[in-house]
Nanobody, 126 residues
Framework: QVQLVESGGRLVQTGGSLRLSCAAS????????MGWFRQAPGKEREFVAA????????YYAESVNGRFTISRDNAEKTVTLQMNSLKAEDTAVYYC???????????????????WGQGTQVTVSS
């Protein structure tokens, strides 16, 4: 089992940068694929980015590709989302999630993630 705690969310200006962190506790963190999802007010939760258990493979939503970078440190049991060139539409609660093994297509599927953090609020304002 994995417990996840996000941090780093805050108010930031349009065009600015923000770094979100997700700290995991529990055993065998390196066995889990990790993802970031977000949910804006009045909208469904959506996929943002994911990283394979080894860190070798990363996946991004089209809306953030080129602006966001996901990374992980298995020794420290953390996964990070570096967000650059932030836009107002990036405003949302961001969630860290963990899933076991699966095909590449499942990395973007919210239903395949077994463990979730409580979320951290990111607000982008001009």
């Amino acid at each position: 089992q994995v417990q996840l705690v996000e941090s780093g969310g805050r108010l930031v200006q349009t065009g600015g940068s923000l770094r979100l962190s997700c700290a995991a506790s529990g055993r065998t963190f390196s066995n889990y694929n990790m993802g970031w999802f977000r949910q804006a007010p009045g909208k469904e939760r959506e996929f943002v980015a994911a990283i394979s258990f080894s860190g070798r493979n990363t996946y991004y939503a089209e809306s953030v590709n080129g602006r966001f970078t996901i990374s992980r440190d298995n020794a420290e049991k953390t996964v990070t989302l570096q967000m650059n060139s932030l836009k107002a539409e990036d405003t949302a609660v961001y969630y860290c999630a963990a899933k076991g093994a699966g095909t590449i297509s499942t990395m973007r599927m919210m239903s395949r993630y077994n463990y979730w953090g409580q979320g951290t609020q990111v607000t982008v304002s001009s």
